[in-house]
């Protein structure tokens, strides 16, 4: 079974100050590994995805994340966080193996708010 | 619009009550999921289609829930007798890619309250 883990409900970080916000994962082969965003009363937003390759992923809004096989983690990543950054932040994994079936399965989310 | 259309955007009901969601995708897009979320517990996957292959209904939390697509197109998800545990914002998602490595495109979701 996959699974997603997210430790911190909730980060807080000042305006340009560097942000990180951490995921883990368990699937039984390759992963599929996503991020989305969240912000008040609306869908979620794709931000960047790792498939393959490079294990530093580049996405939108400036975002970044590091895929580390050996510790099973894939955390997001901005060098400098804006206030308008503020919004709920979900990890998602899907298993690459035949038979993992085809579900993306999140995380319970990390609030990031950044003050000024 | 271009983008996936859920309605409708707020529902209230009272308990016992029937309810449709709707779920229109992205034009082109063959996957279509549906997903639960409730205050402090993340996304909970309901079901997934593709094509015309057997829907997989593993995440239908029970036989009060079902879902059709019609046409490879339009999705409609019911839940019968609704209790108020079944509160919470429902989110319809598509992806064109038929492997799974695509990124699912998300509506804004179908807001149940059960009273």
């Known amino acids: 079974a996959q699974s997603v883990a997210q430790p911190e409900d909730q980060v807080n970080v000042a305006e340009g100050n560097p942000l990180t916000v951490k995921c883990t994962y368990s699937?039984?082969?390759?992963?599929?590994l996503f991020w989305y965003v969240q912000y008040p009363n609306r869908g979620l937003q794709f931000l960047l995805k790792y498939i393959t390759g490079d294990n530093l992923v580049k996405g939108s809004y400036g975002f970044e994340a590091e895929f580390n096989k050996s510790q099973t983690s894939f955390h997001l990543k901005k060098p400098s966080a804006l206030v308008s950054d503020s919004a709920l932040y979900f990890c998602a994994v899907r298993d690459s193996a035949a038979g993992g079936g085809n579900k993306l399965t999140f995380g319970t989310g990390t609030q990031l708010k950044v003050e000024l | 619009g271009a983008g996936v259309s859920q309605s409708p955007s707020n529902k209230v009901t009272e308990k016992g009550k029937d309810v449709e969601l709707r779920c229109d995708p992205i034009s082109g897009h063959t996957a279509l999921y549906w997903y639960r979320q409730s205050l402090g517990q993340g996304l909970e996957f309901l079901i997934y289609f593709q094509g015309n292959s057997a829907p997989d209904k593993s995440g239908l939390p029970s036989d009060r829930f079902s879902a059709e697509r019609t046409g490879g197109s339009v999705s409609t998800l019911t839940i019968q007798r609704t209790q108020q545990e079944d509160s919470a914002v429902y989110l319809c998602a598509s992806s064109q890619d038929r492997g799974r490595a695509g990124e699912l495109f998300f509506g804004e979701g179908s807001r149940l309250t059960v009273l």
């Open positions: 699937v039984s082969g390759n992963p599929y």
